[in-house]
């Protein structure tokens, strides 16, 4: 089991471009080189991209409790056909993952259900900020502040709980990702919207506006230069959020996503809340922000937020409506065609989707990466092909939510290998699953 050749392919890392093979044994990569030989199931990539699989860092499977958004079976087969082979599930479920009981818990449950391998999130809150030590050993791969209102309700942490959460990271190397955006400003903000009577979708990006992101994103860059730690900020979606972080010279990480980069404002007219998310979409301006912000390095990962929900959820009256736009399957697939279309490098896509997502998660090199010793977790891609994306095409359990649905993507996910298995083969999820949960080296 896991023993792999992958022949004739071109490996696309984040350090070059080469014609080489791939060879795994027991699901583990043992030689990259041309030519090689070896008694294992060929796999032919000839005139294909080869590519680490995507390590997406951002993704709410609903699981336990909001099951009729999605379940893990769903967000994972999803996750495998979009050639993402690791992903780290966000905390804000119902009962939220806030203490080593409900981790383990969740990464027992999930376990028989996943099609890719899969890491878990806990959340900050002020009751467990100081036994954080729990949380690491119970294996969390990071922590989550929600600063800001967003699904699943959980409360801010306080200024104090942030600091220890960051002196925490310091010592232990585990990331606290944080979701910058002010409820007091979001509040105000919209009782003068709802006061002047609008209900347009636009309203929710205006209630929204970079203010409320920018405020938290200094106090997080603050308290992470005085603290240290791996701060990430998830979803940056602003041109001054951008030049703080900038400013910051690297005191924290910078998450961009997917829709921030495909949407404006001016969609709202054609998708109406199905592009409602936290943070909102924004002018063109913060999107060519964006696009500058990976090209220049401010931006060190991709991930998607994939935050789906039912369309009874993504319709309806403005203020009511959820916030979140499913993506584990779009992602890869769209990184892809901005390379292709060159706005950005080919190298960008692994170094922004593989080898960042783990080192931010600590899981480097073992995923993330194509090398002797890594996981065998690849993506054979045609670059010359392309995928139109249709209902019938996306494996989430509300197909029809994506605002994704008719864009056309250069490029086209032909196999998907997790530990050196194929676990989708042109169109089709293979086999039952095996995703494994994935935890920081130390621990379990
Ligand atoms: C996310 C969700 O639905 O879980 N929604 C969103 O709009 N992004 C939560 C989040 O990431 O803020
Ligand atoms: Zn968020
Ligand atoms: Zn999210």
Redesign the pocket.
């Known amino acids: 089991m896991g023993d792999i050749l992958v022949r004739g392919g071109r490996l696309v890392t984040g350090q070059g471009i080469l014609e080489a093979d791939v060879l795994a044994r027991d699901g583990v990569v043992v030689a990259i080189g041309r030519g090689l030989r070896a008694e294992a199931a060929v796999l032919d990539a000839e005139g294909m991209l080869v590519l680490p699989g995507a390590v997406d860092e ?1 993704v ?1 499977s609903r699981e336990p409790g909001m099951t009729h958004k999605e379940d893990f079976s769903t967000m994972t087969r999803a996750a495998a056909a979009g050639g993402v082979t690791t992903v780290a599930d ?1 905390p ?1 479920t119902s009962p939220p993952i806030d203490s080593p009981e409900r981790l383990l818990e969740k990464g027992r449950d999930v376990g028989g259900r996943a099609y890719v391998d899969y890491a878990l999130f806990a959340a900050l809150t002020d009751s467990n900020a100081r036994r954080l030590e729990d949380l690491r050993r119970a294996g969390a791969i990071g922590l989550k502040a ?1 600063m800001g209102p ?3 309700g959980l409360g801010r942490p306080s200024d104090w709980s942030v600091l220890l959460a960051l002196r925490f990271s310091a010592s232990s190397g585990m990331p606290v990702f944080f ?1 910058a955006e002010s409820g007091e400003l979001i509040e105000g903000f919209s009782s003068e919207l709802r006061k002047a009577g609008r209900s347009d979708p636009a309203a929710h990006s205006e209630s929204r506006p970079p203010i409320s992101e920018e405020v938290e994103v200094a106090r997080i860059v603050r308290l992470a230069e005085h603290a240290g730690g791996r701060a990430h900020i ?2 940056v979606s602003s041109a001054g959020s951008l030049e703080i972080i900038r400013a910051s010279g690297g005191a924290v990480g910078a998450e961009a996503c997917p829709h921030h980069l495909a949407f404006t404002v001016e969609d709202y007219d054609r998708l109406g809340l199905l592009i ?4 909102p979409v924004r002018t063109r301006e913060h999107r060519e922000a964006l696009w500058r912000g990976i090209r220049s390095g401010v931006i060190t990962t991709l991930g998607s ?1 994939h ?3 039912a369309p009874e959820e993504k319709s309806g009256d403005v203020w009511s409506a ?4 499913p993506g584990v399957q779009t992602i890869l697939p769209f990184a892809l065609d901005a390379a292709l279309r060159g706005l950005i490098d080919l190298e960008d896509v692994p170094r922004l989707l593989s080898e960042n997502p783990a080192k931010v998660l600590g899981i480097y090199p073992r995923k993330g990466s194509l090398a002797p010793g890594s996981n065998a977790d690849l993506v054979v891609v045609d670059p010359r092909g392309s995928w139109r994306v249709r209902e019938e095409d996306l494996f989430y359990k509300h197909p029809e939510v994506s605002p994704y649905i008719g864009m056309e993507f250069r490029g086209r996910i032909v196999y998907t290998v997790l530990r050196g298995e194929v676990v989708f083969r042109e169109g089709e999820v293979q086999g039952r699953p095996s995703g494994r949960w994935v935890t920081r080296g130390d621990v379990r």
């Open positions: 951002h709410h966000m804000n929600y967003t699904t699943g979701h998830a979803h409602k998310v936290n943070p937020d935050a789906p929900h959820s916030s979140g736009i």
